[in-house]
């Protein structure tokens, strides 16, 4: 794993002189590296620009300079501009020269550079046993989620998909449908920073699978806050499936609380409830781990992406003018010659 600890100040600046003047020389082979094999490079350098390409390095201000770009409770994805990635690897590498003869020497040895970084990069996130995918570096797209979510679980799984794929699916890391993630990382309590290699055409972040977790749930619309409603989906105890649809919340069995005990679950009279559903196979006396079967919550997952290929344009093109397509929120918007002619407008 990359070590992305913030390099500032001296040890920045001693890092990127380190990058130049190895580079600045003439090339050397270095020793092959078990992932990739030979190398022009050393590995801890291209480690070390491989981390910076992925932002590791850049002060969290410059990619949001302003909290109203990502309010509480809110998600932003983004598409990745290789040229400024690229711009920050030459500007690292060039900090050590000092002559025109020196800014010559990197830039014929950048494409060598740039070959290399490209491979260290994906091979960030990669185990020891995972195979190293290899070749230049593609599209890189992101999200931002800034939530209570993140502080409450540290452990958050996100899969990014670049198909569609039924929102109950966990598909294995070799699935070809499944995308690499490039960079993970927490940069605030409630701050998470996902970079993703390629375009997703389905995101989903799921709390931890991490033990059993039990409760009810809120009826829809409720005020938050709520504790004296709740729902649970009543199941067949045999097999721990629902017995009525997950996502009609109407067909299912209302929660009792105590009086006066806000939160405090009256047991007799929700067991009550639960008896009078068919097809629970749940006996008279209900002992605690029919009753726990009752209120199994799975983890909670969130999905990004369109609601089915009936929405989405890019599979079904007549329904082009009913929603945009998944990979347009990807798509830059603006560019440099757009914010010129903004900017120059007014200009006398």
């Known amino acids: 794993m990359i070590d992305r600890t913030l390099l500032t100040g001296t040890k920045a600046v001693q890092a990127t002189l380190t990058v130049s003047a190895t580079l600045g020389g003439a090339l050397q082979p270095q020793p092959p590296d078990p992932r990739t094999g030979p190398r022009v490079i050393p590995n801890d350098l291209a480690d070390w620009l491989a981390a910076l390409r992925l932002l590791a390095a850049v002060p969290f201000a410059y990619l949001v300079p302003d909290a109203e770009l990502l309010p509480q409770e809110s998600a932003r994805f983004f598409y990745l501009d290789r040229a400024w990635t690229d711009a920050l690897v030459q500007g690292a590498m060039s900090a050590g020269t000092v002559t025109t003869a020196d800014h010559a020497q990197l830039e014929s040895v950048y494409p060598y550079v740039r070959s290399e970084v490209d491979e260290a990069e994906r091979l960030a996130r990669v185990a020891g046993h995972d195979p190293a995918p290899l070749g230049p570096a593609g599209t890189v797209t992101g999200l931002l989620l800034r939530s209570r979510a993140v502080a409450g679980w540290p452990g958050l799984h996100l899969r990014a998909y670049s198909e569609l794929v039924p929102d109950d699916a966990i598909l294995p890391d070799s699935d070809p449908r499944r995308l690499r993630l490039l960079r993970m990382e927490r940069l605030a309590p409630a701050v998470l920073a996902v970079l993703i290699d390629g375009v997703p055409r389905t995101v989903h972040v799921e709390e931890p699978r991490q033990g059993l977790q039990f409760g009810v749930r809120p009826p829809d619309g409720s005020p938050a806050g709520t504790t004296r409603q709740g729902l649970v989906p009543p199941r067949d105890i045999s097999t721990g499936e629902p017995l009525v649809p997950m996502d009609d919340k109407t067909s299912w069995v209302p929660v009792r609380f105590r009086p006066g005990a806000p939160g405090v679950l009256n047991l007799r009279k929700t067991r009550d409830a639960l008896l009078a559903v068919p097809g629970t196979n749940m006996g008279r006396d209900v002992d605690s781990a029919e009753f726990a079967i009752q209120l199994l919550r799975y983890p909670y997952r969130q999905v990004f992406g369109p609601a089915g290929p009936q929405t989405d344009p890019e599979v079904n ?32």
């Open 317 to 348: 093109p007549s329904t082009a003018g009913t929603k945009a397509g998944w990979t347009q929120v990807f798509r830059p918007r603006i560019g440099v010659p757009g914010l010129l002619a903004e900017f120059t407008r007014n200009t006398p």
